[in-house]
């Protein structure tokens, strides 16, 4: 009965290959996001979805896409991996936008 | 994107003191503000939420919102270890962005 989940948990990757995170929420949330958290701890939106639509895309590399292929799902794409692409993926959603968000378990992803 | 700020520590309490921890933004039209609480290795979860100036209860927590001075803190009385953690205050910007902004995070230590 998990809220907001993640799969992989961990991801360890070389440098150039490409890789997907998928996340689903199942607590009926019409918005959903993608943050990095760095190892510095800080925690940066990436994207953010509303019903489907994409209303949020920050200074991200193009090598990064999300989709969305419904309101339960946001999943992560990263092309040509780099070794600053290291950290801590985490998807969160919330009822409309503005509202508390609630945060899948997270996706570490190393490259080496 | 928007600044929020807060003092990184540790803040380093007795069991049973009250921790005080703040956070100051720089978008004047920040509309929703929120507090998580993130164990180390786990991923951020609410702690309280707050949008209009004042104080809100929840428990041992309150938090205080003050938008003319920009800034708003979480008050935790009767704090135990397990209230060790990293405190992240997230601040919704306004203007229609509905882009969220986390601080760095404040770390506090409550020692027996």
């Known amino acids: 009965d998990t809220a907001v989940s993640q799969t992989p948990k961990y991801l360890v990757t070389q440098m150039g290959n490409d890789k997907s995170i998928k996340c689903e929420q199942n607590?009926?949330?019409?918005?959903m996001y993608w943050y990095k958290q760095d190892s510095k701890k800080f925690l940066k939106i990436m994207f953010s979805y509303n019903n489907k639509e994409l209303i949020i895309n920050e200074t991200v590399p193009n090598r990064f896409s999300p989709k969305s292929p419904d309101k339960a799902h946001l999943n992560l794409h990263i092309n040509s991996l780099e070794l600053g692409d290291s950290a801590v993926y985490f998807c969160?959603?919330?009822?409309?936008?503005?509202?508390?968000?609630?945060f899948g378990p997270g996706t570490r992803l190393t490259v080496l | 994107q928007k600044e929020v700020e807060q003092n990184s520590g540790p803040l380093s309490v007795p069991e049973g003191a009250i921790a005080s921890l703040n956070c100051t933004y720089s978008d004047r039209g920040s509309q929703s503000f929120f507090w998580y609480r993130q164990y180390s290795g786990k991923s951020p979860e609410l702690i309280m939420s707050?949008?209009?100036?004042g104080d809100k209860e929840d428990g041992r927590f309150t938090a205080q919102l003050n938008k003319a001075s920009q800034y708003v803190s979480l008050l935790i009385r009767d704090s135990q270890p397990s209230d060790s953690a990293t405190y992240l205050c997230?601040?919704?910007?306004?203007?229609?962005?509905?882009?969220?902004?986390f601080g760095r995070g404040t770390s506090l230590i409550v020692h027996p």
């Open positions: 969160a959603s919330s009822q409309e936008v503005l509202n508390t968000q609630y």
């Open positions: 997230a601040v919704f910007e306004g203007g229609g962005s509905y882009i969220p902004t």
């Open positions: 707050i949008y209009s100036n």
């Open positions: 607590l009926g949330h019409d918005t």
